[in-house]
């Protein structure tokens, strides 16, 4: 009777073993793995390319307005900050631009839940006015603003040459930032997870805070970001509404222009690098409130 045999195994060739082992059981070599943090010949050039668009448009300009302020020494920020009339236009333009963004964190979510959420006649052009503030060049939205709420408003409402035309202004130029930062979040947010919650019990209540704000948080605090920066900067809009009355509506930038037309470049130099470190701080202080917030959702 013939006998059937195992074939014969290879050296290292123990049961058991991995098939793709080499000899002595040591794994085979695979394609060497690419370098961690390293860079091919296209993306060094395009790294390249983006740095040096961005110090020609960014890093340069602002190293020069700093180099600017510098040159008068320490004495430039102590004139810029004990000026009643600069410290007034900085405390408004702060302060204004800080409310604009905390109602814009929640109407411009609230707008945007809407224009994905819902369907209504006329949401395609809701969706198109949302746009614009962004299109309008900012005089022509004072324009706008100054004939609906100015002397001769046919709303009979006269806020002109008055801080709530500055907090109106601000509002204005910044409401799409948040609506156009959280939409499209919206729009590829799952309803599954929000129908799975409700059919274990969760209420609407708990779902709102416990999945979709939690999701939307991110989004919310870039575009509260953007609207403070876009509300401290704001220019166009002011000088037609607010009137720029020293110590009572007169806000930063129209500031900065008056040291400028007054041949002060260094005091209008320290002033808008103050400016760039209220911008920043107040970037980092969102972005840091937004992580944490995230996280205990």
Do not use: C
């Not at 614009?132 to 046919?154: C, E, K, M, N, R």
């Not at 166009?236 to 009355?245: C, E, K, P, Q, R």
């Amino acid at each position: 009777m013939t006998t059937l045999t195992a074939p014969a195994r290879g050296p290292g060739a123990a049961a058991g073993a991995d098939p793709g082992a080499g000899p002595k059981g040591r794994p085979a070599r695979g394609r060497r793995a690419a370098r961690s943090g390293g860079l091919d010949r296209t993306s060094a050039i395009g790294l390249g390319v983006a740095m040096v668009w961005m110090s020609i448009l960014v890093f340069i300009p602002l190293a020069a307005v700093i180099v600017k302020a510098s040159g008068g020494g320490l004495d430039t920020y102590l004139h810029t900050f004990t000026n009643p009339q600069t410290f007034a236009a900085l405390r408004l333009t702060v302060v204004t631009s800080f409310l604009a963004t905390v109602i814009n964190m929640v109407m411009g979510t609230i707008i945007a839940w809407v224009l994905v959420r819902d369907r209504f006649w006329g949401k395609r052009i809701v969706d198109v006015i949302i746009d614009i503030p962004f299109a309008l060049p900012t005089i022509v939205a004072g324009l706008v603003l100054l004939a609906l709420y100015g002397p001769s408003s046919p709303l009979g409402v006269d806020v002109s040459n008055s801080r709530k035309a500055v907090f109106l202004a601000i509002l204005f130029v910044t409401l799409p930032f948040v609506v156009r930062t959280v939409q499209p979040v919206l729009e590829e947010m799952e309803r599954d997870v929000e129908e799975a919650a409700a059919s274990l019990g969760a209420s609407g209540f708990t779902t709102l805070r416990r999945i979709i704000i939690p999701t939307l948080v991110p989004a919310i605090f870039a575009g509260a970001a953007l609207s403070f920066a876009r509300g401290i900067s704001e220019y166009g809009a002011m000088v037609l509404l607010s009137g720029n009355l020293p110590n009572r509506t007169e806000v930063v930038s129209v500031r900065v222009l008056s040291y400028l037309e007054g041949g002060n470049p260094e005091d209008a130099a320290a002033l808008a690098t103050v400016m760039l470190v209220v911008a920043v701080l107040a970037i980092v202080t969102l972005d840091i409130v937004q992580r944490k917030v995230a996280s205990r959702g």
